[in-house]
């Protein structure tokens, strides 16, 4: 058996709702069906991050800009979320490059229509759209399919090994992301909003 150095790197593996970021050598893994990872790195200082997050709502309106309505907001504090732990340990915003990854369409939600986008679809357009609006540049991209995926996020070259899920571990991971699903819009439907304040 050879050991490689990728072997000896720290290993890190992120659930949904979470994120991690680091200036040492490491590798970040983790297992997508309809959500979605951002893999994120800054080539100049050698930080990296990434997240793990399902867009939480039950309705996905088409004729409305994702990142602007309630699940679109969630999405943002995802983001920010890593992207702030990266910039606390050095890392410059405008260095900031990006690979993402998900987004899987075998997981509906129940009131889904013609007018409504599925899950992953929804979670794609968010992280697009995400991008193109605070100006990340979008180095590679592996979204939407009916398979999900693993992926494992390399530091020292900022790689991105896919996986693709085999057909048989898809009703197990269907089955989890529906409860980080439905447990996400219980806390958000909990939430009452307050109203910002311009002073």
Sequence with gaps: MV??????????TI???E???SDQNCVISTLLGSCISTCLYDPHRG?????HFLL???RYSKSMPVCITEAGRYGVQAMELVINGMLKIGSNRHDLKAKVFGGGSFFRSPDESQNFYCVGEVNSRFILEFLKNDGIPLVAHDLGGDRGRTISFSSDDYSVTVKKAKTIDIPTLLK???QFWRESIEVHEQITVEPDLWI
Excluded at 3 to 12: A, G, L, P, R, Y
């Design 3 to 12: 050991i490689t150095e990728k072997d000896q790197m720290k290993h890190v």
């Design 15 to 17: 659930r949904p709702g």
């Design 19 to 21: 994120y991690y970021v």
């Design 47 to 51: 930080v990296v991050g990434m997240n």
């Design 56 to 58: 939480s709502s039950r």
């Design 176 to 178: 989890k992301e529906k």
